[in-house]
């Protein structure tokens, strides 16, 4: 798996130098750099990718992802902001910059972009629902907010009855 990885990196650094104005090979190198754990690298490759498609919210999201694996909790916000900047429908980057803003102990920031994701509803964020929930109700506690709290691990429960972390959330 390994050998694959780096020849893939071989191969999409031969597509660039082929067209170096394509934003592809860029994104596609950085998806195998982060495979390989290579944050540093992948977050250059995606800084590229979206030089060349600056309207791409993929990108700012693909590089909001490898700024939170490499701790840079300010940058990942940036990005995830200008990934919903460009499509505010996005539940799932209102969930991984709530994330990050968890990370940065901004509990207030990051309890409005997880409740906010899961107004949205798209598809991710009905699978991660959830830990959506529970993260939030979490969230609430930490902001003082038992209310808020209750409801979101009320909601789990009505919905999941299965899932303990509503009952002892």
């Given amino acids: 798996k390994m050998m694959e990885l780096e020849t893939a990196i071989d191969?999409?650094?031969?597509?660039?130098?082929?067209?170096?104005?394509n934003?592809?090979?860029?994104?596609?190198?950085?998806e195998v750099r982060r495979?390989?754990?290579l944050f540093p690298e992948g977050i250059a490759d995606l800084t590229r990718a979206i030089a060349l498609s600056p309207k791409d919210a993929g990108l700012y999201r693909d590089r909001g992802y490898l700024n939170?694996?490499?701790?840079?909790?300010k940058e990942?916000?940036?990005?995830?902001?200008?990934?919903?900047?460009?499509?505010?429908?996005?539940?799932g980057a209102y969930r991984s910059r709530g994330r990050n803003y968890a990370c940065l102990k901004q509990y207030k920031n990051a309890a409005?972009?997880?409740?906010?994701?899961?107004?949205l509803r798209t598809k991710t964020?009905?699978?991660?629902?959830?830990?959506?929930?529970?993260?939030?109700g979490d969230l609430y506690i930490k902001c003082n907010q038992p209310n808020e709290a209750l409801?979101?691990?009320?909601?789990?429960?009505a919905r999941f009855p299965h899932v303990s972390k509503g009952y002892y959330g």
Wanted: charged share 25%.
């Fill in 151 to 157: 409801e979101q691990f009320n909601q789990l429960i």
């Fill in 125 to 136: 964020t009905i699978r991660l629902e959830v830990e959506s929930r529970g993260i939030l």
């Fill in 11 to 21: 191969d999409y650094t031969a597509a660039i130098k082929v067209n170096p104005n």
């Fill in 76 to 91: 990942a916000i940036a990005d995830y902001t200008k990934s919903i900047s460009l499509d505010p429908n996005d539940g």
């Fill in 68 to 73: 939170f694996k490499n701790y840079n909790y």
């Fill in 35 to 37: 495979d390989l754990n």
């Fill in 112 to 119: 409005a972009d997880y409740k906010k994701s899961l107004e």
């Fill in 23 to 30: 934003y592809l090979p860029y994104q596609l190198r950085s």
